[in-house]
């Protein structure tokens, strides 16, 4: 997996060893020497990832990683800080400015090529979310809501069979978090599938497989976007470089540093949540895009897409489709007589009693003003018939209560019932015919039915 790499050192003969390692590797690399430069690259070129040493005159890399992370348009590019410090100190304060992952030098090649590829796939789905996410706004189905997007607090699983380090791990974590220790790997797998922050396995467990235990997370749908963080030995080499290339999101290395712990968690769960952030406003942008926003049936354009579907499968010679089209009778007097707040408001509740009478593989929708459709899938004439007149009678038979309760309203519908006819039958020409049967009940006097056979 190649990416767009910006290297940043102060130290020429550094950056051009770093170029020639990463190209080697196919990466796309890109240079500056100064953290201003750096800054005003990433801002230009977007990278995919941000290698940054920290020992820099001016600007250190700790303060550009911070003003990466403070500035909306870089805070989504990991950065990895790369130093000749190996000290507690630096570390933490590395992960607190932000930074994704802390390596030191001299620096191992395989390791640094496994944190790089594993930064990349996560880099991707974000940079996919959140240009789904964008597109939402742009069309107006997602608004600009903040979201919670902190590190604390979060519900952590610890797998680990080691009950002394598990104990110190939960013990550490409890100052801000929800820990929960598992040592068996089948019941954690399971506790993985409830709402789970972060997962931190040991993968020196004696009982388990702790490889082995992060690649089934990986690999079930329900718990593969759970992040994890695995213990490991530094001595350990080939196993922390599987343990990335599985998919582990970060490596914390023995003895515990409680410090560290405490923002490689803290980092994790940020991440996770900015992520769940954009998953869900595009889950509901995807809501918004079929849903009409007044009565919260689906909208008229959702309908044309079931209905092609519906109909193309009843000609081939599948179950009949039947379709249910609704005017509320005298909407007009409703809205002049009362206002439009009142008129919001049968439609709401019509939309409401809509939804209760119908099946559930039943689509109703609002087809535009005081119109609405049902798309009653393998469903005769004769049944769409009767199931329609139930709608009219409960629609009917029940006033309607609006105005904060202070008017009762007497409100009636017609509706036009069609059934699709087998081969050489369309979906408009269904309309059609459902559009005939309701201009005659409103024309023989509302508050009826009428089917179209042919």
Do not use: W
Request: net charge negative.
């Amino acid at each position: 997996m190649t990416a767009r790499i910006l290297v940043v050192d102060d130290i020429e003969a550094n950056v051009k060893l770093l170029e020639a390692k990463l190209s080697a590797e196919y990466f796309d690399v890109l240079t500056a020497t100064d953290g201003p430069t750096a800054l005003a690259l990433a801002a230009a070129e977007k990278p995919d990832i941000i290698l940054l040493d920290v020992m820099m005159p001016g600007m250190d890399g700790f303060e550009v990683c911070r003003r990466l992370k403070d500035d909306p348009l870089t805070r989504h590019i990991p950065v990895v800080l790369v130093t000749a410090l190996d000290g507690r100190a630096d570390r933490i304060a590395g992960l607190e400015a932000g930074a994704d992952e802390f390596i030191t030098k001299p620096i191992d090649d395989l390791i640094m090529f496994s944190r790089v590829r594993n930064l990349t796939r996560l880099k991707l789905v974000i940079d996919e979310l959140r240009d789904r996410e964008a597109s939402g706004r742009r069309i107006g189905v997602i608004a600009g809501a903040a979201a919670r997007l902190a590190g604390v607090g979060g519900r952590v699983l610890i797998v680990d069979d080691n009950e002394r380090q598990a104990q110190r791990i939960h013990t550490e974590l409890s100052v801000e978090h929800r820990p929960l220790v598992e040592p068996d790997p089948e019941k954690a797998h399971l506790t993985a599938r409830g709402p789970v922050d972060l997962v931190i396995v040991n993968l020196m467990a004696r009982n388990f497989d702790g490889l082995r235990f992060a690649a089934n997370l990986r690999s079930d749908e329900a718990t593969r976007q759970a992040p994890i963080l695995a213990i490991y030995d530094p001595d350990e080499r080939a196993r922390a470089v599987k343990a990335l290339d599985l998919g582990v999101n970060d490596l914390l290395a023995k003895p515990i540093d409680p410090l560290e712990l405490a923002a490689r968690v803290r980092t994790q769960i940020k991440r996770k949540r900015y992520t769940d952030f954009l998953r869900n406003n595009l889950d509901n942008s995807l809501e918004l895009a079929v849903t009409d926003q007044l009565t919260g049936l689906h909208n008229r354009r959702y309908m044309t897409g079931q209905l092609d579907a519906l109909t193309q499968r009843a000609v081939r010679g599948g179950a009949p489709v039947a379709a249910l089209l609704i005017d509320i009778d005298h909407f007009k007097k409703i809205n002049d007589g009362f206002g439009h707040d009142v008129g919001d408001e049968v439609l709401c509740e019509f939309g409401l009693r809509l939804a209760s009478n119908v099946r559930a593989i039943d689509l109703p929708c609002r087809y535009g003003g005081e119109e609405f459709v049902i798309l009653m899938p393998d469903t005769a004439l004769a049944d769409a018939e009767r199931i329609a007149d139930r709608i009219r009678r409960n629609v009917g038979g029940s006033p309607f209560r609006v105005a904060a309760g202070s008017e009762l309203l007497t409100v009636t519908i017609s509706i036009g019932v069609a059934a699709t006819l087998g081969e050489g039958d369309t979906p408009e020409a269904l309309l059609k015919r459902a559009d005939q049967a309701l201009y005659e009940a409103k024309a023989s006097g509302r508050n009826r039915v009428i089917s179209h056979a042919a």
